[in-house]
């Protein structure tokens, strides 16, 4: 009898890189000519380029439903905001899916501020604008030259933050017009138009809060913002004769995912302990640098706090005409339901008339009689609807 056997499974598919391997921009500090370039990285070659976990690059997938953030590794900072995402090392930045067309822009601000060289000094505190608005940190402000991986941040941040004012500012000059559109005229168009305009309302400030919470949190953790040194890390590591947790030198087929995410949750445990003695930089730079952007990111959110309580007022003056349109429909209603019952009791007495029955009233010769009779039904409805209305308008049922 025949035995089949299954080839045992390998854990990766490829030897040469793991997983499919996609297309990163990278941009480095070198101001060469080959300062960018696009590279076809796979999972695998990236965590063994910059020592960062799996979750940590899941992260950086825009089809996952990831929470934004900006995480320091210990060779690498993650930054997945709104409208950036991108791994920064000590001497290159790598952004995924460069042909993005939401993506292109900030490959271009990275190459035009990283790739020749520039040296962006530490921002100043932000300034406020004639308009009361705090205005982006300037360049060279503080006259003392930004590490690398801070200087690929700041970009990362100012098109973060860039974005979604400009989104705002948008929606701010479309909003106005629309919502006082509404309020002159009551119609299915302009309600649609503004249920659409809330809808935007409620996304760019649900990213704009995320932002903005994320750089909170940096700005409250002095841990995290110690983490973020990775040229200070570098220095440290080599004058201490220290080795990062990640072998670059290992072969593809070597590489474990699972245990190496295992061996850094246990490694993260045990420098949380100590990493008050192992490593303690000075984040007065990267402080002054989130505390900008913390405030430029805050005024874009009073922004759309203002505009979403614009529409909430206006919501509330709709909610208002539409109340007095109903009451008017109701009293109206009242008026006629009135009238009805007096003509009502004017033909009982009507009726009343018809009845085969004998009384004086038929033996009559006179036909002033007739009209004499149906004077008198209409003159006693019209008193009793006059006499209605007086107790309407006096008790407060009619205006």
Not at 3 to 27: F, I, K, M, N, S
Request: aromatic share 6%.
């Amino acid at each position: 009898m025949a035995t089949l056997t299954t080839p045992p499974r390998r854990r990766h598919a490829a030897a040469g890189g793991g997983a499919a391997a996609g297309e990163w921009a990278v941009v480095s500090a070198a101001a060469a000519g080959d300062a960018w370039r696009v590279e076809a990285i796979g999972k695998h070659e990236l965590m063994r380029r910059t020592g960062l976990p799996a979750r940590d690059l899941r992260a950086l997938d825009p089809a996952l439903p990831c929470p934004s953030g900006v995480v320091g590794r210990d060779r690498a900072v993650v930054v997945n905001l709104e409208r950036a995402r991108a791994v920064i090392t000590a001497s290159e930045v790598l952004v995924p899916a460069p042909r993005d067309p939401a993506v292109a822009p900030l490959v271009a601000d990275l190459r035009a501020r990283l790739a020749a060289g520039a040296t962006n000094a530490s921002p100043a505190p932000p300034q406020e604008d004639a308009a009361g608005g705090a205005s982006p940190p300037t360049p060279g402000a503080g006259g003392k030259a930004l590490p690398f991986e801070f200087r690929a941040l700041e970009v990362c941040l100012e098109f973060a933050c860039k974005s979604l004012e400009q989104e705002a500012s948008m929606l701010e000059k479309e909003a106005y017009p629309a919502l006082d559109a509404l309020t002159s005229k009551v119609s299915t168009l302009n309600l649609e138009h503004v249920r659409k305009i809330k809808s935007r309302l409620v996304a760019i400030s649900g990213g704009v809060h995320k932002v903005r919470d994320e750089l909170e949190h940096l700005l409250d953790d002095d841990a995290d913002m110690a983490d973020m040194h990775l040229s200070e890390k570098l220095v440290y590591q080599a004058s201490a004769g220290q080795s990062s947790r990640f072998d670059v030198g290992k072969g593809p087929g070597e590489f474990d995912e699972e245990r190496e995410d295992d061996e850094i949750e246990r490694e993260e445990e045990d420098d949380d302990d100590d990493r008050s003695t192992a490593f303690t930089p000075k984040i007065d730079e990267l402080e002054n640098l989130l505390e900008a952007y913390f405030v430029q990111i805050d005024g874009t959110l009073n922004k759309l706090s203002t505009l979403r309580e614009y529409v909430e007022d206006t919501e509330d003056y709709i909610n208002i005409m539409l109340d007095d349109k109903q009451n008017q429909l109701l009293q109206m209603g009242v008026v006629l339901s009135t009238a009805t019952l007096m003509i009502t009791c004017a033909i009982v007495v009507t009726g009343v008339f018809g009845i085969n029955i004998h009384i004086a009233l038929f033996r009559i010769t006179d036909t002033n009689v007739f009209w004499e009779a149906t004077g008198g039904m209409i003159a006693g409805a019209a008193a009793l609807f006059a006499t209605a209305m007086v107790y309407y308008r006096k008790n407060g049922i009619l205006r």
